[in-house]
């Protein structure tokens, strides 16, 4: 199990971007692939959106034909530049494609699926799925007087990590800068986020409090579930949207399974590992009263003022840490 574990673990810093550019260099001259049709390549349809926007970022890269992805009714998408457009339907014309000036003509019978791709996403959701087989939701006692939280911003090319812990001595800080490799895709949010978490938390053995959900996922194991098993400590997410599940009485159920409380309709808590539900809700009420814990508010401020201290064209790692900040 740590073998395949320790193999799986080269997704953490996966370089979906370069994957994703290189299947759109698959697509020939003279046809055109839909977003779909790429996250399918990807190994998931969900990642449908997320194309759309490594697209958007990446539109002026003339070394990948972007002019190739189409909507799936044959619409050329524009973006965010009023002229690209026109420039995508000038491009399909010269490669043969007959358009009525906004949507592909004969859209079935220019279009490429026949990527060649081992998707993935698909090898992901294996990973997630062996690592929910090992989350503990069982209440273990951790050292209640080292409680830490870590929040990450992000700009297009680099995201921004704060990892804030209370202990005896006081609060304390570090930071750590990455590129970004992996983009936003629901249910996939530890392959984009676990890098930094593992960066800033090596060595942590507190209760973490992490900015995402934890048990609450499709597979559970949603980031404080992933960062708690692959770091071996305890953890809760504390998210501030609902984003799945039934809410009745303050409590969240999917598919009729009890995984996370709605603190006073603000935030949700749910357990990461090695804790209960019960366990996380009464945690965050003795350690907060309540409410939205001050240490993730301290994450993420530092985490915001990092992004803005630094510009988003800075590449490698910069770590340091603050003492009693």
């Known amino acids: 199990m740590e073998n395949s574990l320790q ?6 810093r996966f370089d979906l971007y ?17 977003y779909g049709d790429i996250a399918r390549a990807l190994g998931d349809i969900s990642a449908a959106k ?6 958007s970022i990446s539109q002026n890269d003339n070394d990948i034909p972007f002019h190739r992805v189409i909507r799936s009714d044959g619409l050329v998408w524009k973006f965010t530049s009023t002229g690209f457009r026109e420039e995508k339907v000038s491009k399909l014309r010269e490669e043969g494609i007959e358009t009525d000036g906004s949507r592909v003509l004969n859209f079935e019978a220019v279009r490429f699926n026949n990527f060649e791709s081992d998707a993935p996403l698909q090898k992901m959701r294996s990973l997630q799925e062996q690592i929910a087989s090992m989350v503990s939701l069982e209440d273990s006692d951790c050292m209640s007087d080292t409680i830490g939280a870590v929040d990450v911003s992000y700009d297009d090319a680099m995201g ?43 060595g942590f053995k507190g209760l973490l409090l992490v900015d995402a959900n934890g048990y609450l996922h499709p597979r559970r194991v949603g980031l404080a579930s992933y960062a708690g098993v692959m770091l071996g400590i305890q953890t809760i997410g504390v998210a ?25 309709r603000h935030f949700i808590v749910s357990p990461g590992h090695k804790i209960s539900l ?18 993730l508010k301290l994450a993420h401020r530092n985490s ?6 630094h510009s988003s064209d800075q590449l490698g790692f910069s770590a340091r840490e603050n003492m009693n900040a």
């Open 304 to 309: 915001v003022l990092i992004r803005r201290n």
């Open 50 to 55: 997320a194309c759309a926007y490594m697209i």
């Open 7 to 12: 193999s799986g673990s080269d997704f953490h």
């Open 160 to 202: 921004y990590g704060s990892f804030v812990w209370q202990d005896s001595d006081g609060i304390h800080s570090r930071e750590t800068i990455l590129p970004v490799r992996f983009p936003y895709i629901p249910g996939y949010l530890a392959f984009r986020e676990f890098q930094f978490i593992e960066d800033l938390c090596r």
């Open 240 to 264: 501030k949207s609902l984003l799945m599940g039934e809410v009745s009485d303050n409590y969240v159920y999917l598919n009729g399974q009890k995984v996370g409380y709605i603190y006073n």
């Open 18 to 34: 370069s994957f994703f550019y290189n299947l759109i260099r698959q697509i020939p001259a003279g046809m055109v692939s839909t």
């Open 278 to 295: 019960k366990g996380a809700v009464r945690t965050i009420s003795k350690l907060f009263n309540g409410e939205y814990p001050h240490l």
